[in-house]
Structures are given as structure tokens and as C-alpha cells.
């Protein structure tokens, strides 16, 4: 019987799955379905960039539903789940993994936005506490460190209830952290998704502490941070039964930053350089040592590998500005929508 692992891609416009088949080294099966619509609005000074995170949960399990049938009809078994996705925005759950927040994505611009009576924004007022880290790191807008320091200035337009949750009853998640926390009943994350908070150190492999007091981040909201692709536990029972898996069978991975995993995915090796293109894009390739240089920041990788990223101004997301104001045009000229 073909034994079968699942991979996971929740992107910024995209959700993708594909049941990959690694002793026949061939594609199983693959499903696409876009990711729902983006909350897109001028909330303040500065504009937003949220998904109803319930919204996005349903269509990534509708998508893993038809994998898992696509799979069992060809009687195939499935052993595995691991996934990928957008890197730097999240969202908070409560202790049920049930959305407190909605989902922040890193194209939202609430960072930027002054504070409180006007005071210094949330990028402004971070920004000191990583201006010598060496890996390059610093605040941007979109970064999830920035944008839990706008909820916790800003509780009633953020949580659900209006109020900052107890000490020990939420946890900060990425997108892709939350499903794979969702499969295995626990709040889960790893090195590079914390890092890409701007909320972990991946050289020291701890939390950024004095950023975490100074947004005011109890310690209780951190989940469990675990090596990219490492083993976290199985799928529970609750998720095995909303997805039609076996019980207490399937292995569940640790998740892995987008920009990891289309380095990996590519096959690169220490002397390749990678050109990568999705809503943003980067030139990538191995360091040994995590000193950035000038344009680059580093970011983990697996096992003690290091990626240096120069990430450039704008990859797919500047075709989709481009496609909209063509079509901004040719509804001027024609009174057609294109």
C-alpha cells in the first residue's frame, strides 16, 4: 500500500495541498483553493489587512478533507502532515485554539500608525530593542510583535469581548502554526515562525523577553516552540474525526517558514542562490554564520542552517497593483468591468 505524506501551503492569496508520496517520489494527488477574501479597510491613520480567522480555518480543512478522500479512494495511507505558509503576521486563540483575533496578515499596516495621544507608533517604539541584533531583524508593520502591541493599545477593537485575555488563557500563533496546533490539540510553533514575530532569538533559542514585557505579552500566551519539520505529536481525535483520518495514527510535523521550505523544496544546495517569487520575493542562499550583511537579514533554516535573505521591494503583489489599475482604466474608458 502506498504510504502518503500530506504538505500544506496556507499563502497570502492561496491555500494548497498535496499528497506526495515519497518512496514512489511522485504527486499523489494536489488541491488549490483561494484563500477567503481579505478584510481590507482604513481603520485609522493606517490601512488593515485581516482574514476572519474561522473563515480561513474552514476552507483549510475543507481542502484537507478533499485531499484525504482523494487519498483513501486510491487506497493509499496517509502517515504524515506538515505545512508552510505566510511568515510574520498571526493571530491570539484562546486555550480551545479558538480565535480571539482576527487573522493579521504581514501586508497590514498598523504598525505604522502613532499610539496612544498621539505618541510614537508600534514599529517606533520596538524598534530599539532589535537595532543590534545581528541577524538583521528588525520591526516592520505586519510583524506580529507589532501588531500585539496595536491590540493591547487597543483591546476593545481588537479581542473578542473587548478585553486583553487572562495571563494563561490565549496563545500567539501564525496562520499555519494555528492548523497545525488545530490537528495536534495544542498551541505549537517553530524557530522560524517565532523568529519571524520578531518575538524569538533563533541564535540564542529564546524568546525576545524585554520586547515580550514591553508589549506586555504574558508569558503564558507562548506556544511551544519546536525545530522546523521536527515530530510534534499525532492528529487528535477531534481533528481525525472532522477530516476522516485513522486515530492516533497520522504524525503531525512541526511547520516551516515559506521562505525555508521554497529553499528546500527547491533542492538548493550551499552553492546555489535562489530566486524566489510569490506575493513578495527574495534572493536566498546559506551562511554559516547568522551576521547579516547590508540588504540581508538571516533567517533559520533547519538543523542549524542559516538562510541570508535580501528580500526586494515587491514580487507578485506588485503584478496584482499593476492588473487593478489596468482595469481601474479600462473601466474609465469603456464603462466594462474587465
Not at 485609522?44 to 480561513?56: N, Y
Not at 496546533?181 to 533563533?202: C, H, K, N
Not at 504524525?251 to 521550505?261: F, L, Y
Not at 538548493?268 to 542562499?285: A, H, I, K, Y
Request: charged share 20%; proline share 6%; aromatic share 6%.
Amino acid at each position: 500500500m502506498t504510504a502518503v505524506h500530506i504538505g500544506l501551503d496556507v499563502g497570502s492569496t492561496a491555500i494548497k495541498v498535496i499528497a506526495y508520496a515519497p518512496e514512489e517520489q511522485r504527486v499523489l494527488a494536489s488541491v488549490r483553493r483561494s484563500l477567503p477574501s481579505p478584510l481590507v479597510h482604513k481603520g485609522g491613520a493606517a490601512m488593515r489587512h485581516e482574514h476572519d480567522a474561522e473563515a480561513v480555518r474552514r476552507a483549510v480543512f475543507d481542502a484537507l478533507r478533499d485531499i484525504v478522500r482523494d487519498v483513501s479512494a486510491r487506497g493509499a495511507t496517509i502517515e504524515a502532515i506538515g505545512a508552510t505558509g505566510q511568515m510574520h503576521g498571526g493571530l491570539v486563540v484562546d486555550r480551545a485554539l479558538r480565535p480571539l483575533t482576527p487573522f493579521v496578515t504581514w501586508q497590514d499596516k498598523r504598525g505604522d500608525e502613532p499610539g496612544p495621544e498621539n505618541q510614537r507608533s508600534a514599529v517606533q517604539a520596538l524598534a530599539p530593542l532589535l537595532a543590534e541584533d545581528p541577524t538583521g531583524t528588525h520591526i516592520h508593520t505586519g510583524f506580529l510583535l507589532a501588531t500585539l502591541q496595536w491590540w493591547m493599545w487597543h483591546p476593545h477593537e481588537a479581542f473578542v469581548g473587548g478585553r486583553v485575555p487572562q495571563a494563561d488563557g490565549a496563545s500567539v500563533l501564525g496562520i499555519y502554526d494555528w492548523i497545525i496546533s488545530l490537528l495536534v490539540g495544542r498551541a505549537v510553533t517553530d524557530i522560524s515562525s517565532a523568529a519571524a514575530w520578531a518575538m524569538y532569538d533563533p541564535i540564542r533559542r529564546e524568546w525576545r523577553h524585554a520586547a515580550l514585557r514591553q508589549v506586555g505579552i504574558p508569558e503564558g500566551w507562548l506556544p511551544e516552540v519546536h525545530e522546523p519539520g521536527g515530530v510534534v505529536g499525532v492528529v487528535c481525535d477531534a481533528a481525525s474525526t472532522e477530516l476522516g483520518l485513522p486515530m492516533s495514527r497520522v504524525r503531525v510535523h512541526a511547520p516551516i517558514g515559506d521562505t525555508q521550505a521554497s529553499y528546500l523544496g527547491a533542492g538548493c544546495t550551499r552553492e546555489d542562490l535562489l530566486l524566489n517569487f510569490g506575493t513578495g520575493s527574495q534572493s536566498l542562499w546559506e551562511t554559516p554564520l547568522p551576521i547579516a550583511s547590508e540588504g540581508t537579514d538571516i533567517r533559520y533554516l533547519q538543523n542549524g542552517r542559516w538562510l541570508a535573505a535580501a528580500p526586494t521591494l515587491a514580487g507578485g503583489e506588485a503584478y496584482r497593483i499593476l492588473a487593478g489599475f489596468f482595469r481601474d482604466v479600462a473601466l474609465e474608458v469603456t464603462a466594462t468591468e474587465v
